[in-house]
């Protein structure tokens, strides 16, 4: 099985403070102004230090040109600027999907990431064959691992010093939700439900 014999997710999604939809060139202004904060990307490894304009305009190209079917990335559209990223990389093989995912600082604490990562949780369960859906992020990094959290996901491990950057060691934590735990759930996780279908 490949993602090619998969529905497609939508492009578009709605939550009641957000809007989930795939990233335009225009929106590099947007990322370099969150994305260039250290706090922001303390706990991401994959952020180069300094961020220049270069590289959020690098980040939005790639996002442009991605083939939808293999890897889903949604701009998070909030009050008219895009704020963070809400992803889905599928793993037919192992029926599976990771969700990633980051906002910027000046909103953390509202619940805004947990309304967009159950929206795509809720997207990825409706839509495609899988059993899982995994997440992994720092283990200090308690405002992601919450999110894992109120989506319904439950902690599987930690794996100590599993990634060093920036010349430090960091535990991963790494939580997952199948999709038996996820059905029961009647109302589904927090801004999952309310998401509306434009």
Do not use: C
């Not at 947007?30 to 952020?47: I, K, S, T």
């Not at 995912?101 to 949780?121: I, Q």
């Amino acid at each position: 099985m490949s993602t090619d014999d998969w529905p497609p997710l939508l492009e578009t999604i709605r939550t009641p403070r957000l809007l989930l939809r795939r990233y335009r060139l225009t929106d590099a202004e947007d990322v370099f102004a969150y994305a260039n904060d250290p706090e922001w990307a303390r706990f991401l490894p994959g952020v180069p230090r300094p961020y220049e304009r270069r590289h959020a305009d690098e980040w939005v190209a790639a996002h442009v040109l991605k083939d939808w079917r293999t890897e889903q990335h949604w701009a998070l559209e909030h009050e008219g600027r895009v704020v963070g990223r809400v992803g889905l990389t599928p793993e037919p093989r192992h029926e599976r999907a990771e969700l990633g995912y980051d906002l910027a600082r000046w909103l953390w604490g509202r619940g805004l990431m947990t309304e967009a990562a159950s929206a795509a949780v809720h997207e990825a369960f409706s839509k495609l064959p899988i059993r899982k859906i995994l997440a992994h992020a720092v283990a200090d990094n308690i405002g992601s691992t919450r999110v894992m959290e109120k989506v319904g996901m439950r902690h599987e491990v930690t794996l100590r010093q599993h990634w060093i950057f920036r010349g430090q060691p960091y535990d991963a934590a790494n939580y997952g939700i199948l999709r038996e735990e996820w059905e029961r759930n009647s109302e589904n996780p927090s801004g999952g439900k309310n998401a509306q279908r434009p």
